[in-house]
């Protein structure tokens, strides 16, 4: 949202704090849509391509305590001043323009209300406020409170001290919605309107007694904060945990003529969603601890099994114990990446540089070097899909160490013998995995049909049985060039 809305704003001539400003008004507005039960537009000036004056829609948002006016959404539509003149008196007389007689150019009548945007000494943009007044019904005394509040806001708006300077302008994910319970408070704290689910949430926090007409101090476990912040006119969000619930509360500070006239106090119980975080984070440590395990278990076979191999006379026994140690490791070097992630997702950049690094170091002679390069990049994969390629990256790289370059001299001393590059191409549902050397090319007419080398083998049954892709050799004027395609759906 902020990128696109600073596009948007870079048609206006906005300098970056007013574009601040308007970036903090859009995280914070969902409050005074609520309480007005109606849509909101944000806009700007602007110029259309023939010149013509206009407003740019950049910001919109529905209300959840009513039905939205809009379905489309209108964020970068240019308007003709024509089109919306409440919006040209608010820009020129930089107040509140209230519309007496309802728009019907919709299909329905709509009550709409232009607020200035005010950011120092400048009107910077306006906020229309349009609510379908078909539904309109006597109001309880939860509505009047919604609408008064939200007159009030209007007007802290206009006179620049809504949204709060010092409040963030990043969304709000789990901040408090108008629905998820309101108390109105006076200038002095005391209660003067508490919705039913407010109620609520304080009850399961311990506050057994009726709320209203008592201050904040009498209900609030620790009002202290609170009330500093009322009484600064600053807002304010914290979490409190008692009595086995846990609460998330905001406090809206209402200033009008530079007075702090009282606030609302906006509050969610998230017992259930604080219970699923932590129930996660434990099965998360878990899973963690269980890939550490594996890595060092992993770890432990393939240093048995190098014990083993120094024991063997045979070279041929000795290289196969050498080849299932690197198989194994390149298995521990997925465990090990995602016993440091905290998802069961790994980048598989890091896990490919890995086992480049192992290959180089453990299996290229260094009177005979061969350069290595990995080009694109595979992103983040799934555990299921990073274990089994990472298995055929390595049986890959091996099989070009061992077989691509047999029989070559560098031509110089500390020159490369040859080079082994791997290319990842990821697509929308597929990764495209190249791994091309330019050796001696593969036997055969530089097919697979009929090749007998084992971790060529292996590679292939891996990509086709374990990742469900296609495994072939590419037609190369030299050297080998190995395709892998995998879905990613």
């Known amino acids: 949202m902020i990128s696109l809305l600073h596009e948007l ?11 601040e400003h308007l970036t903090r008004l859009l995280a914070d507005w969902q409050t005074l849509a609520d309480l007005s039960f ?3 537009l944000l806009f700007v000036r602007d110029t259309l391509p023939d010149g013509t004056p206009a407003y740019l829609c950049v910001g919109q948002m529905r209300p959840y305590t009513a039905q939205t006016i809009y379905q489309e959404d ?4 240019a ?93 709000r994910e789990l901040s408090p919605r108008v629905g998820d319970g309101i108390l109105r408070v006076d200038a002095d704290g005391r209660t003067t309107y508490a919705s039913p689910n407010a109620i609520s949430a304080y009850r399961r926090l311990g506050s057994l007694e009726n709320v209203i007409g008592q201050g904040i101090e009498d209900f609030d476990p620790d009002a202290v904060e609170l009330c500093e912040a009322l009484d600064a006119g600053q807002s304010v969000e914290s979490e409190l945990e008692a009595q086995g619930a846990i609460v998330i509360r905001r406090l809206l500070p209402l200033i009008i003529d530079r007075a702090v006239i009282g606030a609302l106090l906006l509050v969610r119980e998230v017992t259930e969603l604080r219970r699923h975080e932590r129930a996660l984070r434990v099965k998360d440590a878990t899973i963690r601890e269980i890939h550490h395990r594996v890595k060092n ?4 076979v393939a240093s048995l099994l190098r014990l083993q191999g120094r024991r063997l006379h045979a070279v041929e026994a000795r290289d196969a114990l050498a080849e299932s140690v690197r198989r194994i490791s390149s298995i521990a070097l997925v465990h090990e990446t995602l016993s440091q992630e ?4 790994v980048p598989f950049d890091k896990i490919a540089r890995r086992i480049v690094d192992m290959l180089a170091d453990g299996l290229v002679n260094p009177d005979r070097p061969i350069s290595f390069d990995i080009e694109g990049s595979p992103g983040e ?46 697509g929308p ?10 050796g001696v090319g593969l036997p055969g007419g530089g097919t697979l049909d009929g090749v007998a080398n084992l971790g060529l083998q292996i590679a292939r049954t891996l990509a086709e049985s374990e990742l469900g892709g296609t495994f072939d050799a590419l037609e190369v004027d030299e050297g080998t060039t190995i395709e892998l395609v995998i879905p990613m759906i």
């Open 74 to 77: 209108l964020v970068g539509s």
């Open 342 to 345: 905290s998802r069961q997702r």
């Open 38 to 40: 109606a849509d909101l």
């Open 9 to 19: 704003l870079d048609r206006a001539g906005l300098d970056d704090a007013a574009v």
């Open 297 to 300: 278990n992993l770890q432990t």
């Open 429 to 438: 549902t597929t990764l495209r995995v190249l791994a091309t050397d330019d």
């Open 79 to 171: 308007f003709p001043v024509t089109d919306r003149p409440m919006v040209g008196r608010a820009f020129a007389e930089e107040r509140v323009i209230r519309d007496a007689d309802p728009d019907w150019s919709t299909g329905v009548p709509v009550r709409e209300e232009a607020i200035p945007v005010r950011f120092g000494n400048t009107v910077v943009a306006v906020v229309t406020r349009e609510a379908n007044v078909s539904t309109a019904r006597s109001p309880s005394n939860l509505e009047l409170t919604y609408l008064q509040s939200a007159g009030e806001l209007a007007q802290m708006l206009s006179d620049g001290t809504f949204p709060y300077p010092l409040d963030g302008f990043d969304e």
């Open 381 to 426: 994969l799934p555990a299921e899909v990073a274990t089994p390629l990472a298995l055929v990256l390595t049986e890959l790289l091996q099989n070009s160490v061992e077989h691509a370059f047999a029989g070559r001299v560098p031509e110089t001393v500390g020159a490369a013998v040859g080079s082994v590059t791997v290319l990842f191409e990821r």
